[in-house]
């Protein structure tokens, strides 16, 4: 992965039972799917917009990353 994932993020996504995280102004634009504590779990982080305006969409059923 390229997310810098910590094993205190982690942690927190299993304490707090989070399906999915969202993260903006972290520069590093990533979707991905981990399991942990034996369920998938999505992480979304938008990128820079210097390197192309992104957004977090949902449809009512999923989120997407998109281009702007």
Known sequence: FRILMSDGIRLEVE???HDIVLCGHI???QH???DIAGRP???ITTGAWEE???FVAFDGHRF???DA
Do not use: C, F, Y
């Open 15 to 17: 304490r707090a039972d």
């Open 27 to 29: 520069h590093l634009r």
């Open 32 to 34: 991905i799917t981990m």
């Open 41 to 43: 779990r999505e992480i």
């Open 52 to 54: 192309g305006p992104n």
């Open 64 to 66: 997407e990353l998109r």
